[in-house]
């Protein structure tokens, strides 16, 4: 690990003194390809404040960036935004460091601290919409409840414009630079929509909610600084704009087709299925789940309106990567979904009524029952597949035209 490196000045009175993981590449379950940081800032107020800290193994570079500002000893307050272990995880070793004055974090945090770290009784608890005098500079915590923990919240500094805003607008891409303009466009969304699949997905509704008050409150921002990934200092709106549109999930022409195959007959269906969809006029996507990461299954969810599943029949059951899969995706709850499903067999043939299951407790409209066919697809069974590939799309395309005119 690295025990070394200096804070980044963000603003007048603010550093970055995170660390950069650029070995990671599994996240839960979330395949985190180009690694990740775990950002902390340390507040230099009258009362200063780290925000923050990072996973248990990156410590040592924490403090080795606080130190390059000052005797972590000298910090006051310590901030925890949200439990999860990845910015939390060293804080019970942080706090025996710097003895700091107070540690604050939401109601909810205090008692995941406990669960977690044993730390709960060190915790002062704060409110939604309290006022934390640092003395020169006043922070304001915003409760983000189930964003994406029940303890998760914002901090707001006033005098510097900056909200902390832990994992909300983050990303797991490990940078050499610190703020988005330094950055490739192209990278931070592609990152950032993967993120908000993998990890915010299910708590859609609530982003739009919040979305909304945070406007009404009209706070002046000129950064948001994330606990992953670089600071949003020149791209804000634009972040906030494809949070809105991603937890809208609204209807467009595109679709995924995800399955895998024991001897190449699912694997021609899931073709020929693709075949009908482009000549319906529908966008899609093939994911074979033998090359394919459920991570970024989630991914083209997000960018899809219409979910497509075949398995093969294996000892009565789909097949174990799709029985993965749609686990995982299950849990992300998309919404606005229609979808299929298709599968071939030799004896049993149980897999099919298995992927309508799982789509149907996804919420997922189905367009028919499906297409199941016996060891290798015959023309015949590539032309249905073909057929169902087109149901698809102009159904689809269908729900799009009756919300532009609704
Ligand atoms: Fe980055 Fe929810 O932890």
């Not at 002046?220 to 809208?248: C, F, M, Q």
């Not at 024991?262 to 021609?268: D, G, H, R, V």
Request: glycine share 6%.
């Amino acid at each position: 690990m690295n025990n070394v490196g200096k804070a980044v000045k963000i603003s007048d009175n603010v550093y970055w003194v995170g660390a950069v993981d650029w070995t990671t590449r599994d996240f839960h379950g979330y395949q985190t390809s180009r690694g990740t940081t775990y950002n902390a800032y340390l507040i230099m107020a009258d009362k200063i404040t780290l925000v923050d800290t990072v996973k248990t193994p990156f410590m040592g570079e924490l403090l080795s960036r606080i130190s390059s500002v000052v005797d972590p000893s000298r910090i006051d307050y310590i901030v925890s935004n949200h439990a999860e272990m990845d910015h939390s995880g060293c804080l019970p070793q942080i706090m025996d460091i710097v003895k700091p004055e107070k540690v604050f974090a939401s109601a909810m945090g205090q008692k995941i601290l406990e669960s977690q770290l044993r730390i709960g009784s060190k915790i002062t608890p704060v409110m939604n919409g309290e006022n934390l005098s640092l003395g020169n500079m006043n922070l304001t915590f915003i409760e983000t409840k189930m964003l994406h923990w029940p303890d998760s919240m914002f901090s707001y500094l006033k005098e510097e414009q900056i909200l902390f805003s832990q994992d909300a607008f983050g990303m797991h891409l490990a940078v050499d630079r610190l703020f988005d303009d330094e950055n490739v466009w192209d990278v931070l969304e592609e990152e950032s929509e993967k993120y908000f699949a993998n990890i915010l997905m299910p708590y859609s509704n609530l982003i739009i909610k919040l979305l909304d008050a945070v406007g009404e409150m009209k706070l002046p921002i000129k950064l948001v600084a994330t606990d992953h990934g670089p600071i949003w200092r020149s791209n804000i709106g634009k972040i906030i704009e494809l949070y809105r549109k991603w937890s809208e999930h609204k209807p467009v022409p595109r679709a995924v087709v995800v399955y895998d195959t024991m001897w190449n007959s699912t694997a021609s269906m899931a073709n020929a299925i693709g075949e009908g969809l482009r000549e319906s006029g529908v966008d899609f996507k093939i994911l074979p789940m033998s090359v394919s990461h459920r991570s970024d299954v989630a991914t083209e969810i997000l960018k899809s309106s219409a979910i497509i599943v075949g398995s093969p029949t294996l000892n009565n059951n789909i097949f174990p990567t799709l029985a993965d899969v749609l686990t995982y995706v299950k849990g992300l709850r998309p919404l606005n979904m229609v979808g299929a499903s298709f599968s071939s067999y030799g004896w049993s043939g149980e897999s099919l009524g298995q992927l309508n299951d799982c789509l149907k407790a996804m919420n997922v409209e189905l367009v028919n029952d499906g297409i199941r066919v016996k060891y290798v697809p015959a023309d015949a069974d590539l032309n249905a597949c073909m057929e169902l590939g087109r149901l698809v799309g102009t159904t689809l395309r269908g729900k799009i035209i009756n919300l532009n005119n609704g």
